[in-house]
């Protein structure tokens, strides 16, 4: 990633350098935000903070980026809310950063005035003593990303396995990922009102519980299904997602037992490290992922289709042109 100097020549690039420089003498404010390692963020960006009011005629653009760099890190990711006009800066810091302290630019434009506006956030990456060794994974059906940070929707999914699923890990459990589901592969749907929906990961160092277990024994049945049933409600856990507006989707439904050791059990041995990096990503499940077979199977109808009807028209084409000549030489003869 080069500075705005020596950017390679793309129009996103030089409209940040050139709002960075146009807002480099104003007045602009820093925010101190402390952030853990493997522990997902996320940063509420308000036109309040830069001194506007957010009345419905009004329209904001935040452009988000690295400090003298043209983007942002690539485990932090931005989404604007159209609906109240908020943006949403999230991630989740790698274990074992070598950069402690990490600072971004917001650059704030009023579309109605034109003003704009900087802010400064300031990242502080701090160690924790215990990562997560067990992690479940799964998906939201009907909520997108930015919706997650709205309405105490992540501290009420958190209290879900706390009270009732997980009760062990009350005391150290934490989001470790969160992503859209397009964002992971999966297909944007058809209706641009429905919901991508969100894939989420909780991570803790506690052992899963034997409620945790007997749900994938449950819902096992499921996972080998070609699609999974989007409305499928017969789950005995059910009732404590849906009394917290959560639709999931049990197919995506996953129990993973991290390889990473703890700071704490490495204290005394020299520099050894986790046997995998700590990243991340999730693991598409068959209701989601679209295998290479079907893949193929689909662009092969598509080839064949598209073949039928260059054919079609040839041959439309070609018959015109031979009923002209020939009426051509009833004509003349």
Known sequence: MGRCSTAVVLPSVFVVCILTALIRDVESTTVNKNVNETEMFYYEIRPEQFNWTNDVETNFV???????????????????????????????????????????????????????????????ILEKNWYATNEIRFKINNLNVEDMFQEEHIPNLLNIFRQYLWVDSKQNLYVTFLASASD???????????????????????????????????????????????????????????????????CSFKLVQLKILNKNHTKNEKNETSSTNHENKWELMES??????????????FNVAIIIIIVFVIGIVLSIMVFRFYTQTIFFL
């Open 288 to 301: 989601l992922q679209y295998n290479s077979q079907s893949k193929y199977a689909a662009t092969n109808t």
């Open 62 to 124: 935040y452009t988000p980026s690295l400090q003298n760099y043209p983007d942002l890190l690539h485990w932090i990711h931005y989404k604007f809310n159209t609906k109240n006009r908020h943006g949403y800066l999230y991630g989740t810091p790698p274990a074992d950063s070598s950069e402690r302290l990490i600072q971004l630019d917001i650059i704030g434009l009023n579309k109605k005035t034109y003003q704009t506006a900087r802010q400064v956030i300031q990242l502080n």
């Open 184 to 250: 992971l592969g999966q297909r944007l749907p058809l209706d641009p009102n429905d919901t991508e929906g969100v894939v989420v990961n909780l991570g803790s160092h506690s052992n899963f519980s034997t409620i945790l277990y007997d749900l994938e024994k449950e819902i096992s049945p499921l996972q080998k299904m070609n699609k999974c049933p989007k409305d499928f409600k017969r789950t005995s856990v059910e009732r404590f997602f849906r009394a917290n507006g959560f639709n999931l989707d049990w």
